[in-house]
Nanobody, 126 residues
Framework: QLQLVESGGGSVQPGGSLRLSCVASGFRLDSYAISWFRQAPGQEREGVSC????????FYSASVKGRFTISRDNAQNTVYLQMDNLNAEDTGTYYC???????????????????WGRGTQVTVAS
């Protein structure tokens, strides 16, 4: 079965850190660009970051740039999202998705991506 599985979510206080993982099963991640998205209750899904497959170029939304770091370990078939200095606005369900290349605007339109994970919850509260 071809799928992406996210993990690493949880509850953290403002200023804290979490590292999310996106693991692929049934296919190799190294030929795909992997994007992270998040969705807060009652809000639209928004793009957070992307790492390309071929060049490992990275892209970030303005709201997370300087605080989040995306990376990939092709040997582990995994992409990570290191999230530092978290704040309440970072709360939401985080999803990873795969397609052939990054979309600079981090568009969250579901049909643009070949695979989606089911998400992992991140809650930032004091």
């Amino acid at each position: 079965q071809l799928q992406l599985v996210e993990s690493g979510g949880g509850s953290v206080q403002p200023g804290g850190s979490l590292r999310l993982s996106c693991v692929a099963s049934g296919f190799r991640l190294d030929s795909y660009a992997i994007s992270w998205f998040r969705q807060a209750p009652g809000q639209e899904r928004e793009g957070v970051s992307c790492v390309s497959g071929a060049t490992t170029s990275t892209f970030y939304s303005a709201s997370v740039k300087g605080r989040f770091t995306i990376s990939r370990d092709n040997a582990q078939n995994t992409v990570y999202l290191q999230m530092d200095n978290l704040n309440a606005e970072d709360t939401g369900t985080y999803y990873c998705a795969a397609r052939d290349r990054c979309i600079y605007e981090l568009t969250a339109l579901t049909t643009l991506y070949s695979y989606w994970g089911r998400g992992t919850q991140v809650t930032v509260a004091s």
